[in-house]
């Protein structure tokens, strides 16, 4: 029987993993590493996708007999050394889509063909590969709905998801070099990694027990409550899914065989085609993490020499639906799709921070930090990327809040100085008077801060900039 390598990579499962089943099924005996490359990687990853990544080989190495290697550094040499060492003829992997990823896997194919080393690549991350969608004119879609209703939905239905492999026969190799998952050294030595985790269960039963629920329950009222961050009708499998505990096509196939209303599905799996778009223009547009995918952005007239990037950050801005999410954020790795569109705007359009500040902090914040969803989302929020919400659309934070929130719960789940104030003031706390801050045990100043800017007039001042780049266009 011969050994074969099998690379796990974003794809941490052993279920609907197509090139493991391959492995398996051409009959080789398996050795499982995980690489961690941060010698290739111009995008290192964030503090929270670390402590996300640690538990989650851990959990894989238990499925897997404590018999997941894993190694760190220059992945080609890795495995160039593991090959000749060992004397094995086949690795398998399944394709990641960052251009850092892109660029190194290339390399790698190109030595194993020097070497005589069979690789074999799948898909295990997307419903539909990137260069399989286009116009007909040949060129990549910019616009997320035709991409969606006439590039994905008209082209093959997404591959049905594969059982795991029936016989996965674990090669008896223990490599001089292979490191212990403590050895990779992914959580932080500050609590903060412990912390954040609480809420949280990682793996690939988890995120399968995650599934089910939210399909028994969530799923429906879908469509209007994912708008709501304190109520339970969004999965929060993104982690799940960007780590590939699960795969898009277990999510799409649950979906479409839930018993939930038809527009809450419909709902539910055009999400899921968001985020096959991100990657869609992650590939086409492979500067999409740092650069304005609408040139004329070039010229906007950012103020990112302020001091407010910390309140920000820290969630001490003075309104509470933006504290309340960077809070979240910062407290349990996660942030709702709604609050982080909020925040985004009062970050890029009231503060005229340019987007890779928010981008940047996401990304070390986020457990679903994903390359592709959070420089597409963040350039979306901007107005900057491709089928973007026009600049002028600036969320008003105290409108959002009095709609999304109305009964003020998720703001004091993560602002408790607020917790006594009523709903009706929670929204402008404020324009309370001194004695009702008094009498809710929050004084504006003193136990929650003051507004840190104005959002009518920093609204005037955004709208300003943004008309400066549009006369530079025009
Ligand atoms: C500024 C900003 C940054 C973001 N950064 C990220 C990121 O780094 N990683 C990430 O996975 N998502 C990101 N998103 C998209 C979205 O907010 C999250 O995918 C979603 O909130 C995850 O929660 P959920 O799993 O409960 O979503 P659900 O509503 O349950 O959706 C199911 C799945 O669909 C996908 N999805 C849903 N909405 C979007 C979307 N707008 N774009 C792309 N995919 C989507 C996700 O994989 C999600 O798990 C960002 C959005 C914004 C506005």
Known sequence: MSTAIF?????????????????????????????????????????????????????????????????????????????????????????????????????IKTLCTEQNIACYSDNASLLWEPWQVSKQDGTAYKVFTPYYKKGCLYAEAPRKPLPAPKHLNLADLSPKNALTIDALSLCPTRSWGEEIITDWKIGEDHAHAKLSDFMDGGLTNYKDGRNFPNKANVSRLSPHLHFGEISPNQAWYAAAQA????????????????????????????????KNFQDKFDAFPWHDDQEYLSAWQKGQTGYPIIDAAMRELYQTGYMHNRPRMIVGSFL???????????????????????????????????????????????????????????????IKKYVPELKHVPASLIHKPWDMTISEQRMYNAVIGKDYPAPIIDVKETRERALAAYSSIKQVQD
């Open 7 to 107: 690379w796990f990579r974003q794809d941490l499962r052993l279920q609907d993993n197509p090139a493991l089943y391959a492995a398996c099924h051409a009959g080789h005996d398996i050795l499982p590493i995980y690489i961690l490359d941060e010698e290739n990687c111009d995008w290192p990853m964030g503090g929270a996708s670390k402590v996300w990544l640690h538990h989650s080989l851990t959990h894989l190495n238990q499925k897997l007999g404590g018999r997941l290697q894993c190694f760190s550094g220059d992945a080609k040499a890795i495995l160039k050394t593991l090959c000749n060492t060992h004397d094995i003829k086949h690795i398998y992997w399944n394709r990641c889509y960052e251009p850092w990823r892109i660029k190194r896997d290339s390399a």
């Open 259 to 290: 018993s939930a209303p038809e527009q809450d599905v419909t709902c539910f799996k055009s999400e899921l085609g968001w985020r096959e778009f991100s990657y869609y223009l992650l590939y086409h547009f492979p500067e999409l993490p740092h």
């Open 348 to 410: 890029v359009k009231n503060l005229l921070y340019p987007w890779q500040a928010g981008e940047k902090w996401f990304w070390d914040c986020l457990f679903d930090a994903d390359l592709a969803s959070n420089s597409a989302s963040w350039q979306w929020v901007a107005g900057s990327g491709a089928d973007a919400a026009p600049y002028f659309r600036i969320f008003n934070p105290i409108t959002q809040s009095e709609k999304f929130d109305p009964d003020g719960q998720y």
